[in-house]
């Protein structure tokens, strides 16, 4: 062997003994410098290992015979000193193999020992139990060589007498008569439910059907009440209607009766203008020209009569011989003319122009005389 450094993987673990070291250089996983001749290296096996551990016609507390299969992984602790070193005096140089079996024997003594403190109804029952039993006192044992048990179950229980046959032959018959007991004490308690639902749902109903009968009697009568509101509103509203419409219409017709009046008002003053008009126009066409006329006519008459008067006092100046009374008779005979004169004159305000005319003409021969 050459010097240099020697080195192993994470599964093994180098043993370095000899000159410079007062005892073994132990490497898990790593790299050592060796010395040839003055040094000597070994490698001892970090794997985990499984075992399967047949335990055969066990005898348990009760004597009744059974085998157990059990499954444990084992292996040498790296990461501890001491147990490394425990394992190196215990296994170093020795196969894999071996050391299965050594410990293969050691975890089967104990799983017997286990089995034989125990009843065939713990360990068939309480696996759990039975397993951490032997992984407890497996363990305990396996460390003073420097290995850890990293796991252990309970793979199988068998037994050549029918034990557990039976076993469970009891407790299928147990448990068959309670699951007929469990089903009749189901139906019972299921017909029980029923019938409970049953009266619940038919009280639920009844209590339901009483609330619908409640409710719609209320709405009826909140209905009613409300049809007789409302046909109150709407007679209140119809006779408003009707009101306001008569109000409306009388409205109409005074308003219609004052554009009535508005209108005759309008008539009358437009006839009193007319009226006002026509006097004017009879004011300026006839009643003026008439009192003309008139003032004309006096003092035609006037005129005439004093023509007469002094007529007759020159005649009768002239003709005393005729006497006072002829005289008297003239002079009485002009003023009957001189007022029937002023008494057409007076009536010539009422004539019209045609009458005037006519009454002129009339006249003037008379003038002219």
């Given at each position: 062997?050459?010097?240099?450094?020697?080195?192993?993987?994470?599964?093994?673990?180098?043993v370095?003994?000899?000159?410079?070291?007062?005892?073994?250089?132990?490497?898990?996983?790593?790299?050592?410098?060796?010395?040839?001749?003055?040094?000597c290296?070994?490698?001892i096996s970090?794997?985990?290992?499984?075992?399967?551990?047949?335990?055969p016609?066990?005898?348990t507390?009760?004597?009744?015979?059974i085998s157990?299969?059990g499954?444990?992984q084992?292996?040498?602790?790296?990461q501890?000193q001491?147990?490394l070193?425990?394992?190196?005096?215990?296994?170093?140089?020795?196969?894999e193999?071996?050391?299965?079996?050594?410990?293969?024997h050691?975890?089967?003594?104990?799983?017997r020992?286990i089995?034989?403190s125990?009843?065939?109804e713990?360990?068939?029952?309480?696996r759990k139990?039975?397993s951490?039993?032997?992984?407890?006192?497996?363990?305990?044992d396996?460390?003073?060589?420097?290995?850890?048990?990293?796991?252990?179950?309970?793979?199988?229980i068998?037994?050549e007498?029918?034990y557990?046959?039976?076993l469970?032959?009891?407790?299928?018959?147990?448990?068959k008569?309670?699951?007929?007991?469990?089903?009749?004490e189901?139906?019972?308690?299921?017909?029980?439910?029923?019938?409970?639902?049953?009266?619940?749902?038919?009280?639920?109903?009844?209590?339901?059907?009483?609330e619908?009968a409640?409710?719609?009697r209320d709405?009826?009568?909140?209905?009613?009440a409300?049809d007789?509101?409302?046909?109150?509103?709407?007679a209140?509203?119809?006779?408003a209607?009707e009101l306001?419409?008569?109000?409306?219409?009388?409205?109409?017709?005074?308003?219609?009766m004052?554009?009535?009046v508005?209108?005759r008002?309008?008539?009358?003053?437009?006839?009193e203008?007319?009226?006002?008009?026509?006097e004017?126009?009879?004011?300026s066409?006839?009643r003026?020209?008439?009192?003309?006329?008139?003032f004309?006519?006096?003092?035609?008459?006037?005129?005439y009569?004093?023509?007469?008067?002094l007529?007759?006092?020159?005649e009768?100046?002239?003709?005393?011989?005729?006497?006072?009374?002829?005289a008297?008779?003239i002079?009485a005979k002009?003023?009957?003319?001189?007022?029937?004169?002023?008494?057409?004159?007076?009536?010539?305000?009422?004539?019209?122009?045609?009458?005037i005319?006519?009454?002129?003409l009339?006249?003037?021969?008379?003038?002219?005389?």
């Amino acid at each position: 062997m050459t010097w240099g450094f020697i080195t192993c993987g994470p599964n093994e673990a180098l043993v370095v003994s000899g000159c410079c070291y007062s005892k073994p250089l132990l490497v898990p996983g790593g790299r050592a410098f060796v010395w040839p001749s003055i040094q000597c290296v070994q490698r001892i096996s970090l794997n985990t290992m499984t075992l399967q551990v047949e335990s055969p016609t066990v005898y348990t507390c009760q004597g009744v015979p059974i085998s157990v299969t059990g499954i444990a992984q084992v292996k040498i602790q790296g990461q501890n000193q001491e147990m490394l070193m425990t394992a190196c005096e215990q296994f170093l140089g020795k196969t894999e193999s071996e050391i299965q079996n050594i410990a293969l024997h050691t975890l089967e003594g104990h799983q017997r020992a286990i089995m034989g403190s125990m009843t065939v109804e713990e360990i068939y029952k309480d696996r759990k139990k039975f397993s951490k039993q032997v992984f407890e006192v497996a363990s305990s044992d396996l460390v003073n060589m420097g290995i850890t048990v990293v796991s252990y179950t309970l793979k199988d229980i068998r037994d050549e007498e029918g034990y557990l046959q039976s076993l469970g032959m009891a407790r299928t018959a147990e448990v068959k008569r309670d699951a007929r007991i469990g089903e009749a004490e189901a139906k019972r308690d299921a017909r029980i439910k029923e019938a409970i639902a049953e009266e619940e749902r038919m009280a639920s109903k009844l209590l339901n059907d009483t609330e619908i009968a409640k409710a719609q009697r209320d709405f009826e009568i909140k209905k009613a009440a409300y049809d007789v509101e409302v046909r109150t509103k709407s007679a209140e509203a119809e006779f408003a209607y009707e009101l306001q419409a008569a109000k409306t219409k009388q409205r109409i017709k005074e308003e219609e009766m004052q554009i009535k009046v508005v209108e005759r008002t309008q008539e009358i003053t437009v006839q009193e203008q007319e009226i006002l008009c026509k006097e004017r126009e009879l004011e300026s066409t006839i009643r003026r020209p008439a009192e003309a006329e008139k003032f004309r006519l006096e003092k035609l008459a006037d005129a005439y009569r004093t023509k007469l008067i002094l007529e007759a006092e020159a005649e009768s100046e002239s003709l005393r011989l005729k006497g006072e009374a002829e005289a008297f008779a003239i002079e009485a005979k002009a003023k009957a003319e001189a007022d029937q004169m002023l008494k057409k004159a007076e009536a010539m305000k009422e004539y019209k122009e045609a009458a005037i005319i006519d009454m002129v003409l009339d006249c003037l021969p008379k003038v002219s005389d």
